[in-house]
Structure formats: structure tokens, C-alpha cells
């Protein structure tokens, strides 16, 4: 699939802004079943001294600095993307209890193994929970496959909580996320997360964009399209699959992945430093188009 992304990020401040640094992980990575062809990043006002590189999760960081008063900031990430489908993931009887998944993490015995193993631990926003613990164990019962306590995991978390619009902020605690039973894409992702890093399995933060379609005969919205959340699993003798909690499924030619790191604060889409500005307020806008017919649509 090729995609064409815009991503929009519009800042409007009630004061005038003399200065700023800014830091955006918008850029849509390259591996083994997406490649990122193009991807170019335009501000305004105009960017000084812009720059880019990888970051210890190897996303493409870009940063640049605003240095003559504005009151608004425009973002804008465009970019094409070519996605493969994938093959169904192994699962059932062709893989080994979740058990032996976390003995191999817990004396690793490769660089992959290393690497994944840092994912394993509590991260900024994902404390490691009693709570969450207990909640993830009735999914990780004794010698259970490791991908069908996932699958469960996932189905579980789409089942018991519901997706609500503006319940939670980045700033609302797991715990809470447990206690009210609702939030959005990315609450459900740092739960699954947390639930894994319980059991002593490595779980990763994925960032993306998920193509979402019109109801039939209605056509397609610009902007409407949106930043969505998934979580990562490391599977020895496989490597990373991902899962979607929010619809229940697991990702494939309709996710482009953007970034990935331990939690939301290592992907954040942009943030940065600034004097002056006073209150503002955001608008994002992101518009996904492929040249795909149209398919049954799926939540971001």
C-alpha cells in the first residue's frame, strides 16, 4: 500500500512567542515491511538552524528554532509510504509457553535479546503496578502460549474498557486508566504494556497513523484521519508483532508506524521550549490517503 500523509499541527498562542526549540518525532520509519520514500517537514514562521537524527530507538528526530515573534506555529509533516501486508503471525502450538519468553529475556543471550530486554523494565509513565499485575494474570496462566495470552491480553482490554473521547490527558496515571475503565488508544496501549512488563515479557510503545474510511456511500473527509497508539511484543524466534487493543486486532497493511520507544514520552509528535505565548490552543490535523478500494473502517 502507499500512503500520503498529512500531519498538522497548529499552535495558536495569546501572547506574542519571541523564541523557541522545538523537538517533532513525525516522520514515519523505515524497516522490514515499510519503507518511508519521502518525508519533508515545512514550519511557519520560518525554521532557523534545522537539523535531524536518530534517537536511541533509531526515530528520526527533527529540531528547530523559531527566532522572530509569532503567535501562531504551523507544523506540517508530509510524507509517502509503502506498507506490505504481512502474513498472519505464528500463534498456538507453534510457540512456547509465555514462561520460557521471559526466561530468555531474563539472561539474554544475544544483542536482540540485550535490546529487548531494556524494554522489560518500568519506563517514565508505566510504573510497575500490583494492580496491573493482577489484572494481566488472568490472561498469563501457567505454560500458556505466549501469543494466545496476548491475543487474550488484547481482547480482554478492548472488551472491559471502553474508548471514550477526552476521559484521560497524558497526564491521567495507569492506575486511574484501571480504576474508570475508559480512556483512549493510548491509554489502552500503556496498559497492555504494563500488564506485559508484569509478567516479566518486553513491550514496546508504537506510534502511528491508522487509515480510517467513510461509511459507504459517504465520501472521505480531509483531516479527519488519525495519530493512533499500539504496543509491541517481543517473540523469541519471531522478533516484534504488534497489537491494536483499540480494535481488537492485530496490525497490518492500514497501520504506518511512526515512531516507537518505551512510552509515550519517547515518541511525543512535538514539544519543545518557548518564551512568552501566555495560553494557547492546539489543533491537529492528519489525512491518510491510499489508492486501496474501500474496506470495513476501524477506530484510531
Not at 519521502?38 to 528554532?65: C, H, L, Q
Not at 495519530?227 to 516484534?240: D, I, K, Q, T, Y
Amino acid at each position: 500500500m502507499i500512503y500520503e500523509i498529512t500531519h498538522t499541527t497548529l499552535y495558536d498562542y495569546s501572547e506574542p512567542v519571541s523564541l523557541s526549540y522545538n523537538e517533532a518525532r513525525l516522520c514515519p520509519r523505515s524497516f522490514s515491511h515499510q519503507v518511508c520514500q519521502k518525508s519533508e517537514i515545512t514550519v511557519s514562521p520560518r525554521a532557523m538552524d534545522y537539523s535531524e537524527r536518530r534517537d536511541i530507538f533509531g526515530n528520526k528526530v527533527s529540531f528547530f528554532t523559531l527566532q522572530e515573534p509569532h503567535q501562531k506555529m504551523q507544523v506540517t509533516m508530509s510524507s509517502l509510504v509503502n506498507v506490505e501486508t504481512l502474513d498472519a503471525p505464528v500463534s498456538g502450538d507453534h510457540l512456547s509457553p509465555w514462561e520460557e519468553a521471559v526466561g530468555y529475556l531474563s539472561q539474554p543471550s544475544s544483542l536482540k535479546l540485550v535490546e529487548a530486554k531494556g524494554f522489560t523494565f518500568a519506563s517514565p509513565l508505566l510504573p510497575l503496578l500490583p494492580e496491573v499485575y493482577e489484572y494481566a494474570k488472568s490472561s498469563f496462566t501457567p505454560r500458556r502460549y505466549l501469543m494466545d495470552a496476548a491475543l487474550d491480553l488484547m481482547d480482554r482490554i478492548h472488551r472491559d474498557f471502553a474508548y471514550t473521547a477526552g476521559a484521560t490527558s497524558i497526564s491521567t496515571p495507569l492506575s486511574q486508566v484501571l480504576h474508570k475503565r475508559q480512556g483512549v488508544c493510548q491509554d489502552f496501549a500503556h496498559l497492555a504494556i504494563a500488564c506485559l512488563r508484569s509478567m516479566g515479557l518486553a513491550a514496546r510503545y508504537v506510534s502511528g497513523y491508522l487509515e480510517t474510511l467513510p461509511p459507504v456511500g459517504k465520501p472521505k473527509l480531509v483531516g479527519v484521519d488519525a495519530s493512533h497508539a499500539w504496543f509491541s511484543l517481543f517473540v523469541p524466534h519471531e522478533g516484534w508483532v504488534d497489537f491494536d487493543p483499540t480494535n481488537n486486532l492485530i496490525p497490518n497493511d492500514r497501520h504506518i508506524t511512526c515512531a516507537w520507544g518505551r512510552d509515550y514520552a519517547d515518541v511525543t509528535p512535538l514539544k519543545g521550549v518557548l518564551y512568552g505565548g501566555g495560553t494557547h490552543q492546539l489543533k491537529v490535523s492528519v489525512d491518510v490517503r491510499n489508492l486501496t478500494p474501500q474496506r470495513p473502517s476501524v477506530r484510531g
